[in-house]
């Protein structure tokens, strides 16, 4: 009886397991950031160095030139709605002599509010 079951069972193979740890290097190593598309290497090891220092310096230059308050302007709309002003200076509250708690008094509308905006409903 053992040997029909084997015979019927034989056309079914174990197929091979791989661990999880082995799919994930596989898929690491062929996904790597070394095989990012760029520019081949120049022939020249010096004109190689200037221009990695180039590229160097430029992406550098990039951020430290940037002015957020010009950069505020141009990219909001005239329309968006600001956050009021602070209504005190300081880290501590003159009415209530909370220290390091919010500047704008949550419960003045009656419900909970951010910026004048009601967030519980």
Known sequence: MSLTLKSKFARFRRLPTFSL???FMRHKSTYSSLNKPSPPPLENKEDQ???EELVR???GSM???YDETVADEETTHPDVRRKPP???EGDKNP???EINGPKHDPLKHGDWSYGARVTDF
Request: charged residues 20%.
């Open 63 to 65: 951020w430290t030139n």
């Open 95 to 97: 009415v209530t002599g």
């Open 21 to 23: 740890t082995t799919l």
């Open 86 to 88: 602070a209504e005190f």
């Open 49 to 51: 160095r200037e221009f």
């Open 57 to 59: 310096k430029n992406l």
